[in-house]
Structure formats: structure tokens, C-alpha cells
């Protein structure tokens, strides 16, 4: 099953690129619904790169492992593409692509593809949640000046 959700950032997509490909950017965006064990990340995520992680639901209750191997971080086309999979999910292909609209503001979409068994519509409804709750989170990060996430 697929989702697909895209907001408006007010912020340049070379910014927001940028922001992207930090992993301190993943761990503010999901933070509150779920956590990351981040002994093994790296500053900014680079191609080919493989991540394993533990997973906490709520930032404390442990769930399970979760890998993460970026297939494409390409600069060009401003889109991260993984390939990730751990507990009840054999496949969560991510898609993330800036789109610039001006100099000022951009589009920020998460194109996913989940396959988790006969629990596939389960899980399709969590990453609707997700989603949704990290693209609201993205606003934050550029809410005041000097409120970035900085390496």
C-alpha cells in the first residue's frame, strides 16, 4: 500500500534539503510518537549507508529493530529514497523529495510503500498518523529565527 502526503515549508528547499539529510532532523520530526536508539547515526545520512536501530513507541516503550539503508541522497533532484524493514514490516520504501515553489517556500513530500502481511492496513493507518505528525513537526523547526537544527 502506498501513502503519500505533501505540506508547504516556508523556508528555501535548498534549506529544507539540507535539514533533510540531517539525522538530528529525523529524531526532532518523530519525536513524541517514536524514538530512535542513535548510537550508530551518523551526523548527515549519506548513500549506501546502512543504519540498524531500536525503535521506541512514545520516545520510552521498546519496540522492535529497525533498519534503515539509504538507496539514493541525491543533491540534484533534492529526494532521499530508503529502503527500511524491522518487527511486523518486511517493506517501508521512503521517498522523500523538496520541490522549490520560490525562493522563500517549498513542497516537502513522503511517498511511502509499506508491506506488513495481512497487517498491511494497520500499519498503512499508522503512517497515515506519522506522516501527517511529522510534516506538522517540520514547521516547527523554522518557526523562530534561529531555531534550526544545526549539526
Not at 539540507?18 to 529525523?26: F, G, I
Not at 548510537?39 to 521506541?56: A, Y
Request: with cysteine; hydrophobic share 40%; glycine share 4%.
Amino acid at each position: 500500500m502506498l501513502v503519500k502526503i505533501t505540506t508547504k515549508l516556508e523556508i528555501s528547499a535548498d534549506r529544507a534539503w539540507q535539514t533533510v539529510k540531517r539525522s538530528s532532523t529525523l529524531v526532532f520530526i518523530t519525536k513524541g510518537l517514536l524514538g530512535f536508539s542513535q548510537d550508530n547515526f551518523p551526523i548527515r545520512w549519506t548513500e549506501s549507508e546502512t543504519v540498524e536501530t531500536r525503535l521506541f513507541l512514545f520516545n520510552f516503550i521498546p519496540a522492535w529493530k529497525h533498519q534503515i539503508h539509504f538507496v539514493r541522497v541525491d543533491d540534484k533532484q533534492a529526494e532521499l529514497y530508503t529502503n527500511e524493514k524491522g518487527g511486523i514490516v518486511s517493506v517501508w520504501n521512503h521517498l522523500i523529495k523538496i520541490e522549490a515553489e520560490d525562493e522563500r517556500s517549498c513542497l516537502y513530500t513522503d511517498k511511502i510503500e509499506i508491506e506488513a502481511g495481512a497487517l498491511t492496513p494497520i500499519v498503512w493507518c499508522f503512517a497515515q498518523v506519522f506522516y501527517r505528525y511529522r510534516q506538522r513537526r517540520w514547521h516547527f523547526i523554522f518557526a523562530s529565527e534561529g531555531n534550526s537544527l544545526e549539526d
